[in-house]
């Protein structure tokens, strides 16, 4: 008697829980492609359903004029940065990858198929030679300086590129990455495209591997925002994608090589690739060294890392939701494996909940309860033309004048407040690197019906 009302207490509180974190999933999967839709650069194809942008920064050039139009964005602003493009991309392919069927159940396969092609159809075009990738087009001071629709923009947009004198191993890497886990999503469609993506992927990382250094050392412009810290987890990261695509076990024998290096490198963003690297080895090896590494690592950031009161995960002030919530999608991988599946499917749930609305409001701009109206973003808070857009377009107290559906704002401070102004960079802004873990993470959650 007790028992089974103790058991039907607890099946109810469940349910409780369950519903108070209900979200409509696949329409924050839906959204989180427009928002990729609106970081395009380029030419726009006639398919474009974020109709208020335009064509932009058509003459993008490398330094000989090869055409480098195309790729994203970074965030709010409109520097093309190679390095945490790769990674977005890496992630997005990963999520399309391991979890195609709630892509497919969220009627969203062809859409990322092109939020990923329209990445590696610039990564292509950049890199120019065996050993010369662009990795940079924009100055990041320059561009910084403007505040304006991208479709204005008269600036100069220098190009930067990595080459055998002035290496990139880390971009290299991540990009070679890119390519190999693009190359496996296109396998069946497109065998050709699949076969150049993979070559491309093989010499890229073979640039990497032979040429060491950080790419923050050779296109010093990127340090206004992307100072790299490590090549070695690129290295491994990229390498366990190389082996993926081709099966090839020469590229485990690197992983063997930088082991020792890598081994305690915790974290996983932009520059970070630890996290995502283990256990994906886990995933493709199922040896104990990296299943014991990855559990390590998600049981020390969930039991001992820092948490706001509302139960964020809490890294870093800069961007904190992308931070929580790439590590809950490592972690999610990991439970896939049959690593403490039940809590690390809990706690990636928390995490995902908390930005779509459980800390009292939506951080994801244009969905649910009282979303962000101020995203520090350049395109979305211009008028259309001829009204101008500028700084003081930027300081005033008006909504953003377009609604960047889908993008993740950097959240809330560690006492789980949130300001809901342009000004605030650290909290407001959007980057591709915070919808990639999140789109996956939301394809993930969908196919498991949740
Ligand atoms: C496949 O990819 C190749 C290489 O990018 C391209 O030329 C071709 O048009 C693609 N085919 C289809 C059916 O999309
Ligand atoms: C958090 O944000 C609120 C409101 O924006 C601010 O008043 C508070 O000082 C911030 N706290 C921390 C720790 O940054």
Redesign the pocket.
């Known amino acids: 008697m007790q028992q089974s009302g103790l058991g039907a207490a607890l099946l109810f509180a469940v349910v409780t829980l369950t519903a108070a974190g209900s979200y409509d999933y696949k329409d924050v999967l839906q959204k989180s492609l427009l928002f990729y839709e609106a970081q395009r650069s380029g030419k726009l194809p006639s398919d474009q359903k974020v109709t208020w942008r335009h064509d932009s920064a058509l003459h993008d050039k490398g330094n000989n004029g090869e055409d480098l139009t195309g790729g994203y964005y970074d965030a709010g602003d409109y520097v093309k940065f190679g390095f945490p493009m790769a990674f977005t991309t890496t992630v997005l392919a990963w999520g399309l990858l391991d979890h195609h069927a709630g892509y497919q159940s969220a009627n969203s396969v062809q859409e990322c198929l092109k939020a990923i092609k329209w990445a590696t159809d610039y990564f292509i075009k950049c890199h120019v030679s065996e050993y010369e990738y662009y990795g940079q087009v924009g100055s990041g001071n320059v561009d910084h300086a403007h505040w304006g629709r991208p479709e204005d923009m008269t600036e100069a947009r220098p190009a930067y590129k990595i080459t055998a004198s002035k290496p990139g191993s880390d971009l290299a890497a991540e990009t070679a990455a890119a390519f190999a886990a693009a190359s496996l999503v296109f396998r069946s469609s497109n065998s050709t495209y699949a076969n150049v993506l993979l070559k491309h992927a093989q010499q890229m990382y073979e640039f990497g591997y032979k040429y060491r250094g950080l790419f923050s050392d050779s296109i010093t412009d990127s340090k206004c925002c992307y100072t790299s810290t490590h090549y070695e987890d690129e290295l491994v990261w990229g390498a366990a994608w190389l082996y993926r695509a081709t099966g090839d076990k020469t590229y485990l024998t690197y992983v063997d090589v930088l082991w020792d290096s890598f081994k305690n490198m915790y974290g996983f963003d932009w520059d970070q690739k630890f996290g995502g690297a283990t256990v994906l080895l886990a995933k493709l090896t199922g040896e104990t060294k990296y299943k014991t590494a990855i559990t390590n690592y998600c049981d020390y950031v969930y039991e001992k890392g820092t948490r706001t009161s509302k139960g964020l995960i809490f890294i870093y002030?800069w961007g904190p939701l992308r931070y929580a919530i790439n590590i809950a999608y490592v972690c999610l991988q990991a439970a896939d494996l049959g690593i403490k599946t039940a809590s690390y499917r809990a706690e990636a749930k928390k995490q995902m909940d908390y930005a779509l609305g459980d800390a009292g409001r939506s951080y994801v701009i244009g969905f649910g309860n009282n979303p962000p109206t101020h995203a520090h973003h350049r395109a979305a808070s211009c008028p259309d033309k001829p009204a101008t857009c500028d700084w003081t377009t930027y300081h005033g107290s008006q909504p953003n004048a377009h609604v960047l559906y889908g993008g993740l704002v950097g959240g809330?401070?560690?006492?789980d407040?949130?300001?809901d102004v342009r000004t605030?960079w650290r909290?407001t802004e959007v980057g591709c690197d915070y919808n990639a873990c999140f789109q996956s993470m939301l394809a993930h959650f969908v196919q498991l019906g949740y």
């Open positions: 002030d809330p401070n560690k006492t407040q949130f300001t605030d909290h």
